[in-house]
């Protein structure tokens, strides 16, 4: 075995209890080997990683995202949802091309890795290219086309469907399994029915999972209430959408039968509180949806509504915003929101991880406890939901390889990616006006 030893740190366990241990990576088989005081002794490591004065945990899962909108960072703001889509965000979108993917794709992924996030779920457009860059990052994925068929004549809602069923078949298992796939239609108001009908129908026949956006708006629920006299939900479940594999993002406007749906079916809710906020769309009911055990997951969503990818503010957002909506301030404590960025995530969006456990994948983030806003360490937990900021990360690692050592991102070229991003992004945004 060739061992990566993490030396000399507190470990947060998948019950949010810490302990001081050391934690040996086989980086063969890419799963912890083993988890105890003072044992990276005990191994000849060929490599070791300092944690002394840091907390161990479980590498982030970042479960809702569409990792090449940080192009569009900044770009169009403080606009609800349908307007900020129609006049800004898609008509960018029609002028992306494939190496546009590519590098916002990357420029979100060092963000992810920077901050400890070690797997996420994305939608969006030119997979392989998103595919290509995950592989060289050393992340874990799953990965969808996202399908719009509203405003397309039937060929070319056709070709969005066929794209979308193409790349789940083709990039599953790629990168050495770490890259995962879903059939992504955008939302139940903006694939119509007929193309739903259809499509789920083959993603099931193929055993390929759904990723779809689900009661994120008034504006989205309202009609289809009104012209079928059923919850969005209903309507998802009569399709064929509601299953252990599948998961959708948002869920703030469900109410009670939906959220006992959704824990019967064992689909999973992805919460992207900043999203629900910054597009005022409202409060999703995550307590309540705990409490009837759905399996609950959080994203960041794109970077355009959020701005930033980084989930230790989405988890301390989730808490907020939880106490809040519930109004009781002991609604999603602090290990709540943890666990649902960690094992929730991982679980709702069918990928392993989320728990630092012998046998389990080796996907941690390594976070020194050694600066002025986390002192004094009362209760480090507390502090990982509401004082840790993703800078405070200093070693990632993902499938047993260090993907960021002392803050240094090893697998793709930070310099490069900014400057190649940011020239992409300039040139989109003059083309879209
Ligand atoms: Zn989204």
Known sequence: ??????????????????????????????????????????????????????????????????????????????KPLDSWLREDIWPAEAELEPEDVRAGTELGLIEMIRSGTTT???????????????EASGMRARLGHGIVTVAKDDAEAATDIEEGLRV??????????????????????????KFLRESVATARENEIP???????????????????????LAYADELGMVSEEDFLAHGVHVDAAEIELLAERGTGVIHCPASNMKLASGIAPVQQMLDAGVTVGIGTDGAASNNDLDMFDELRDAAMLGKLGADDASAVPAEAAITAATAGSADAIGLPGGRIEEGGVADIAVVDLDAPHLAPAHDVVSHLAYAVRGSDVRHTICDGQILMRDREVLTLDEEEVVETACERAMALVERAE
């Open 1 to 78: 075995m060739n061992a990566l030893c993490i030396i000399g740190g507190r470990v947060l366990r998948p019950d949010c209890s810490v302990e001081n241990a050391d934690v040996v990576i086989d980086t063969d088989t890419g799963r912890i080997h083993d988890i105890g005081e003072d044992i990276a002794a005990d191994y000849d490591a060929a490599e070791t990683l300092d944690a002394d004065g840091c907390l161990v945990m479980p590498g982030l899962v970042n479960a809702h995202t569409h990792v090449a909108m940080t192009l569009l960072r900044g770009y169009a703001d403080d």
């Open 120 to 134: 996420f779920a994305d939608m969006y457009f030119e997979v392989p290219e998103i595919a290509a860059a995950v």
């Open 168 to 193: 789940a078949r083709e990039f599953d298992g790629a990168a050495d399994g770490r890259i995962h796939t879903a059939f992504m239609p955008h939302s139940l108001t903006t694939v119509d029915e």
């Open 210 to 232: 759904l990723h779809f956006h689900a009661n994120e708006t008034t504006d989205e629920v309202d009609p289809i209430v009104e012209e079928r006299d059923q919850r969005p």
